[in-house]
């Protein structure tokens, strides 16, 4: 069992619960889950309309191809932490 989860200051924003390996595909699917959970943040929406969003995830396997899987936003930015 996997718990992968997102949390900022305010609080929780997002978490799963899987069994088995995080693959590529579904860990380009929480990103992109995250991205909207946020942006849909009454916080985000009356503080930070407008903003470029970003999203650092870590070296780890499933993260290695997320910028080609997840859909491509304007106001969304991926970066990724050195080795």
Not at 27 to 34: H, K, P
Not at 51 to 80: F, K, W
Request: with cysteine; aromatic share 6%.
């Amino acid at each position: 069992m996997q718990m992968t989860h997102v949390s900022t200051s305010g609080g929780l924003i997002l978490h799963r619960m899987q069994r088995g390996s995080i693959q590529i595909e579904q860990n380009a699917e929480f990103v992109e889950d995250i991205y909207l959970a946020v942006k849909s943040m009454p916080l985000f929406q009356a503080e930070f309309r407008g903003n470029l969003a970003v999203i650092v995830p870590d070296n780890a396997p499933a993260h290695s191809q997320m910028e080609t899987r997840m859909p491509g936003y304007d106001d969304c930015d991926l970066l990724r932490l050195g080795p």
